[in-house]
């Protein structure tokens, strides 16, 4: 019987397809991936008319993190929350803007195969100033056993457990990428049809590329051996592999997501008054980390892969190196030489 030969279009259609080739599979993963696609929709239309509408500013709480939140924050989570707890696909989540796990614990979500962590609305302090901002997501498939509520354990996996992770980047255009051990796609938001449409197939990191991305501010607060290869980015000229450039949007979604396609290395160190930095290990490291090996490139905490990693709770924070597999290697090195 011989294949039809459609042309692969749009987020549904993709994850059918996967389907397709994957006769065995239960089909919640591409259900779930449909959910969050039907989520980010969603949030897109607020974020698009974030200035006409009273959705800006404050919404007078602070949250775990001991940030301001705003209102884009909350209904973010909300739509995120609503559509997985609706599905068949996840038996609990973990959110960046709740204090722990939400277990589901209904009939249906307590036979689903997977849990989901994820940031509901990244960047938000940049929302009253019109700068790109994401959603990031990690999924994971339980470890305990099904026909029981989820527990802390499926949720605090290694990062190499994932099964899936991606983003969603609110930006010129609305883009959702995601990786599965397959490969990372990218769909753009058509809003004539509202579909998310294949626009980035087989997305790799480049090997090398001339973007760093680093707050300088902190600059000083830096171990020895990331400022000695901040220096030597600096230092670049067309001798030595350069010019480079520093671009850093404070929107980790627009950042990793412009060196993931152009070739770059994004940094956020740990420092002298942070250690462990400020980024959150399951919910923006560990996917990230997960997109960006699967597309060919590396990230680490300064000390190990960022995906061997055994979380011990929610919001644990980390410091986090991640990019194209040679400008990794080279503050790889940087590091060695100061021990
Ligand atoms: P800083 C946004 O608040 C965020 O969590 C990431 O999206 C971004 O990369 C980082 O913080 C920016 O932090 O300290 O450089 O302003």
Request: proline content about 4%.
């Amino acid at each position: 019987m011989s294949t039809i030969n459609r042309k692969i279009s749009t987020l549904d259609e993709f994850t059918i397809q996967q389907l397709r080739d994957f006769p065995h599979a239960t089909g919640e993963l591409s259900r779930l991936l449909r959910d969050i696609g039907l989520a980010a929709k969603r949030i897109n239309v607020e974020v698009n008319k974030a200035g006409l509408v009273d959705i800006l500013g404050d919404y007078g709480t602070v949250n775990v993190q001991g940030e301001d939140v705003k209102k884009l924050d909350i209904f973010a989570n909300n739509q995120f929350m609503g559509v997985l707890r609706h599905g068949i696909s996840c038996a609990g989540i973990g959110s960046e803007e709740m204090d722990d796990f939400v277990i589901f614990d209904d009939e249906i979500s307590n036979h689903s195969k997977y849990v989901v962590l994820f940031d509901p609305l990244d960047g938000s302090g940049n929302i009253d100033v019109n700068v790109s901002i994401g959603t990031i997501f990690s999924v994971f498939p339980r470890i305990s056993p099904k026909g029981q509520p989820c527990t802390r354990e499926d949720f605090l996996q290694p990062g190499k457990k994932q099964v899936a992770a991606g983003y969603i980047i609110y930006g010129s255009s609305t883009m959702m990428v995601y990786a599965t051990r397959r490969g990372v796609n990218g769909f753009t938001l058509d809003q004539s049809i509202g579909e998310f449409c294949l626009s980035h197939p087989d997305i790799k990191c480049p090997e090398s590329g001339r973007i760093y991305s680093v707050n300088h501010g902190n600059f000083f607060q830096y171990e020895e051996g990331t400022r000695n290869y901040i220096d030597t980015c600096q230092k670049k000229d067309k001798t030595n592999g350069g010019p480079y450039t520093q671009r850093y949007i404070g929107s980790m979604v627009a950042d990793v997501h412009r060196n993931l396609i152009k070739g770059g290395i994004f940094m956020y160190p740990g420092t002298t008054d942070k250690p462990k930095g400020k980024l959150r290990l399951l919910y923006e490291c560990n996917p990230f980390a997960f997109i960006t090996e699967v597309a060919g490139g590396k990230a680490t905490d300064g000390r190990q892969r960022i995906l061997d990693v055994q979380p011990t709770e929610l919001h644990q924070r980390s410091p986090f190196f991640v990019g194209s597999r040679s400008m990794m290697e080279e503050l790889e090195h940087h590091w060695q030489a100061v021990k």
